[in-house]
């Protein structure tokens, strides 16, 4: 089946440094690729997404690139602040079933 | 534009009292409907997702069950409710293809 493995955490960091949070995926066919964010006691924000190979997907800052051939979606950032503090899931969706699959989720700090 | 709403934001309730989550969304028609719980400190479990009016596919067995009596309309219920309840639980909605999901707020709920 599908799955979705990304590095646990925690990530700590100071601020102005580079992020970068490994996302790798298994699935059949084409999967949508995906991050979204989850600041304290909020729900879940798409961040960005990227639907076939090679394309970029970019938000705030962050950018991941849907890598068919290392199966990856890995997010980064070039300067990290305190208010990126947050967890970060990465999810897939193909495109035979109605459902997504999540990563675990890595839990960012980013410190001043 | 389309929203979701879910509500309570928090509850607390007594073990073996009953429950009733409620998540509606609006902007948009038929759309997939999930209802996710999320443990402390770790990731989303899907719990049900529902295509359609009346249907609803369940991924884990447990004491919950959810219902989906209009459209825009999802309802997670308990009848007795038990520690192991305690989480938080997010309601999402997609459309199909190569969407993404969109989050309500989540509902924080502890049993005591």
């Known amino acids: 089946g599908n799955s979705v493995t990304q590095m646990e955490g925690p990530v700590t960091l100071s601020e102005e440094a580079f992020l970068t949070i490994n996302c790798t995926y298994t699935?059949?066919?084409?999967?949508?690729l995906f991050w979204y964010v989850q600041y304290p006691g909020e729900g879940l924000q798409l961040l960005l997404k990227?639907?076939?190979?090679?394309d970029k997907g970019s938000n705030k800052g962050f950018e991941a690139t849907y890598r068919k051939e290392t199966t990856s979606f890995h997010l980064e950032k070039g300067s990290v602040q305190v208010s990126d503090s947050a967890v970060y899931f990465c999810a897939l969706k193909d495109n035979y079933g109605q459902n997504f699959v999540f990563g675990p989720g890595t839990r960012l700090s980013v410190l001043p | 534009s389309q929203t979701i709403h879910q509500w309570p934001a928090t509850l607390v309730q007594p073990v073996g009292s009953p429950l009733s989550l409620e998540c509606t969304v609006e902007g948009t028609s038929n759309p997939n409907l999930y209802w996710y719980r999320q443990a402390a400190g770790r990731g989303l479990q899907l719990l049900f997702y529902s295509v359609g009016i009346g249907q609803i596919s369940s991924e884990v067995p447990q004491n919950l069950s959810a219902s989906r009596p209009q459209d825009r309309q999802f309802i997670l219920s308990s009848k007795k409710l038990l520690l192991s309840d305690s989480g938080f639980y997010l309601c999402a909605w997609s459309v199909q293809g190569y969407q993404p999901q969109h989050f309500g707020d989540g509902t924080r709920l502890s049993i005591l």
């Open positions: 990227a639907t076939k190979a090679d």
């Open positions: 699935a059949t066919g084409y999967p949508s």
